[in-house]
């Protein structure tokens, strides 16, 4: 590649609409945009919505970022990102993890438990079955037997992504990825999160070079005072959501990440009603470090930061609540450049 890669990453954001995406996947594809990543939590489907950015771009790799592997069989994801990348041209990529115990159990209605045992062998039999062997697997949690795929994808090897941030999850990723999807990556503390996965993969005897990190950065390039101050309000919002609302598994994160103290305020105030306030607990050190926000020239910079300390594909991305016109000046800001 010409160019350092950046990908896009868009969130299941219940502002979005079709015509958004659409548009935003365009132009990414024509700035030359290595991935989008399309996000699924409660919202749009992942594959729906990659089938149909397929359809309206060129070059741009589709990922899942992630699809859950509680919310699927191994067998159908293995069957629809295979379908992806056929439709797609050969541009699919696979991005998994575990989501959190409030989503999996309270929407999905799956009990969430053993995730990474689920998570080995759930990938284990996606390879087996994109490599059109037939499928006879006998594991702990998954027992299959006798079928294969009756169709080829245009990738001879599919590449699958892990999102993890716990340790033991973070060695999975060494052990068996392809690559590596921090959420919420802290730019100081990116290089010993990856020292883990190194150790994963080491241990399974491969190289992490060919690991691929793509962190998702939320970013907002702003060119005023006024736009500045919005940028750390829809941030301050996010991460709220995220250390507040989404039980242990972020606000564990930001603990390790040193704040304590703030996530503990955050959530405090997140879980007596009062988000306004828990949004006012995040503090600038957070901002500064686990998002990317200023002007065109210090977003850059900021985004070169987290190259220097090892992401080799970040994933821009933007708040939740941000207009169309921004995400776009994000993009076009943030751009690869020869």
């Not at 935003?24 to 945009?33: F, M, N, R, V």
């Not at 969430?112 to 594991?139: A, C, K, Q």
């Not at 001879?156 to 060494?174: E, F, Q, W």
Request: hydrophobic content about 35%; overall charge negative.
């Amino acid at each position: 590649m010409e160019h350092p890669a950046t990908s896009f990453h868009i969130g299941s954001r219940r502002d979005s609409n079709i015509e958004e995406v659409i548009a935003s996947a365009k132009l990414a594809d024509e700035l030359g945009y290595d991935t989008i990543w399309v996000g699924e939590s409660w919202g749009w489907d992942v594959f729906t919505t990659l089938t149909m950015i397929a359809c309206h771009t060129e070059r741009i790799r589709l990922g899942t970022g992630i699809a859950t592997v509680f919310s699927r069989s191994p067998a159908m994801t293995a069957q629809s990102i295979a379908s992806l990348d056929v439709i797609s041209g050969g541009r699919a990529t696979l991005g998994l993890g575990t989501s959190g115990r409030i989503v999996i159990e309270d929407w999905h209605g799956v009990e969430y438990s053993r995730p990474l045992e689920r998570t080995r062998e759930y990938i284990n039999i996606i390879r087996l079955i994109l490599s059109g062997e037939r499928v006879d697997f006998r594991g702990e949690i998954f027992n299959l037997a006798r079928f294969r795929l009756p169709f080829s994808p245009i990738q001879n090897s599919i590449p699958i992504y892990v999102a993890s941030l716990g340790p033991r999850n973070l060695a999975l990723t060494g052990e068996l990825a392809d690559g590596w999807l921090p959420t919420w990556p802290h730019v100081s503390h990116l290089p010993d999160m990856f020292r883990i996965v190194e150790q994963g993969a080491v241990e399974a005897h491969r190289s992490p070079a060919d690991i691929d990190v793509a962190p998702s950065i939320l970013c907002y390039v702003s060119g005023s005072s006024e736009e500045e101050a919005e940028a750390r309000r829809l941030l301050s919002d996010h991460i709220a959501y995220y250390v507040g609302g989404m039980g242990t598994y972020y606000y564990d994160l930001f603990t390790r990440y040193g704040y304590g103290e703030e996530a503990s305020l955050i959530r405090q105030a997140w879980m007596s009603g009062d988000r306004s306030g828990a949004a006012s607990m995040v503090s600038q050190d957070m901002l500064d470090n686990i998002t990317i926000t200023g002007n065109e020239d210090e977003c850059r910079e900021k985004l070169s930061k987290y190259r220097d300390n090892g992401a080799t594909s970040p994933a821009v991305g933007c708040p939740h609540g941000c207009d169309t016109e921004v995400v776009l000046s994000t993009l076009r800001a943030l751009a690869p450049q020869p």
